[in-house]
Every structure is written in structure tokens, then in C-alpha cells.
């Protein structure tokens, strides 16, 4: 089965998951069973991006789309996470409420028990289904987390399950259902941050623009390097274009090598993979670093 197979019926099990949840919850009250459904939607947001991710890779650029779809999946990483997280402080605010009249509410136990079962058998299986493209792909290995957190989200809802069926412990439904809010802001907040930064074109964390421009003007031809900016296209590559001063007056064709230098240093050293120079020679400009 291709990793694309894979992930569709992996994003249809999770679906009945997440599904059956939210109705088991209802009817149980249990807001347990709804926070772990609500974490179960995350996974199936997560796997979405991924099987976004190998279709629209498919695509090539266009005279339209010059860069393609290449920011697609971060867009919906971005989507998705504040949408987890207004969910995730429903849920706080919602379970706080409910542990107090948690006296008087009648949650049905064995709903919680037997949904949350059979997530852990589903979640288990996506893990399974999903463990070997992990080892070969960041996309694939970050849907298999997501999935591997809920299997053990779901093994907790089961627990306090029992717990309140066999002890009378009323309140671990609720106590359980704010920690799993608190965990999916935190797992979220970071891809929200993440996928931001990107979006507003942050230069990407690792690179150090103050030793960057020391390399580079280390180079004899080098007299100044500025008017910079660093920044992702996508999750994998960085970019980066310059204005390069240069120490002599030189023709086009023998700034080829000096290029070569500089696009080979930043590959070596920062990681860059898409160098855009401008070079120039007794220009009167603003030498600005960053402008």
C-alpha cells in the first residue's frame, strides 16, 4: 500500500473516532471522551496536511504560481492549530464548570470505558500503519507523534473511566479533561508559533546573520555584504538575497566564481539553499545590514 493509501484510511479510521467520541461524550457527559475527540480532530487535521503535502507536491509551478503550493501546508498548520487551541480552552473553561456540579452529574461510565477502548485499538492501528514512512519522512513522523500522544490520551480517558465506574471518583473526568487541554495548547501553540514565523517571513531560527555576513566578507573579493533577508519558502528551504560589494571593478563573467564562493559557503555553513546576489562596485547606496 503507497504512503498516500495509508494516510486516507488512516484519516477515515480517525474520523469514526473522532466522531463516535463527541457523540459518546454527549450522551455519557463525559468531557473527557469530547477533549480526547477534540484531540483525536487534531490528528485528523495533522494527517490532512500531510496527504496535502504529497498531492500538491505533485504540482509543478506556474506562470501564476511561480512557487507553486509550497506554503499550502504551513497555511493549514497554521489554520489548524489556533483552531485546536480555542477548542482546547473551551474545553478548560467547559470541564472547570462541570467539575462544579459534578456531584449531581450522572456520567455514564461504561460509554467512556468501551469508547475508549476502541480508540486505543484504532489509535494503535494508525500508529502501526503509519510507523514505517515515519522513519523516512519529518511530514510522516509528526502525524505518527500526533497519533502515538492520542493512543496514550485515550489509555488516561480509560483509566479515569474505570476509575469513576469502580472507585466513584466523579471528579477524574474532569481533572482529566483540563490536562488535555492544557496538552493540546501547549503541542499546538508550537506549530501555531512555528508556522507564523514562516508565514511572516522570520529569519529561520539557526541562522545567525551577524556571523553570516562575517564569513562572507572574509572573502578577498568581498568588501561588503548587505541589504539582506533570510527566510523560508516552506518547512525545508531557505532563502536568502543580498546586495554584494564588491572590491573591484570586475565584467559579469568573472563574478561567476566570487558567486560560486558565497552560494557555497552559505549552503556549507547556514544551510541556504536558494541564493539571490546583486553585485555591485563604488554604488553609492545605503549600506544598510538589513533594510
Known sequence: ?????RLRWVILLNIIITVSQVVGGIVGNSMALISDAMHNFSDVAALFISLIAIILAKKEATYSKSFGYKRAEVLA?????????????????????????TQTLEINNDIVIWLAAVAIVANGLSVWFLAKDAKDSMNMKSAFLHLLSDTLFSVAVLGGGLAMKYYGVTWVDGVLSILIGFYLIATSWQLLWGSTKILLQFVPEGIDIQRLVKEVEQLEEVKNIHHIHVWQLDEYTIHLEAHVDLRDDLHVSRTHAIQKKIQDLLHTNFSIGHITLQFEHGLEENKKLIQ
Open 1 to 5: 500500500m503507497k504512503k498516500e493509501s
Open 77 to 101: 498548520a497554521f489554520i489548524n492549530s489556533a483552531a485546536i487551541i480555542a477548542v482546547a480552552v473551551y474545553i478548560i473553561i467547559a470541564s472547570i464548570e462541570r467539575l462544579q456540579i
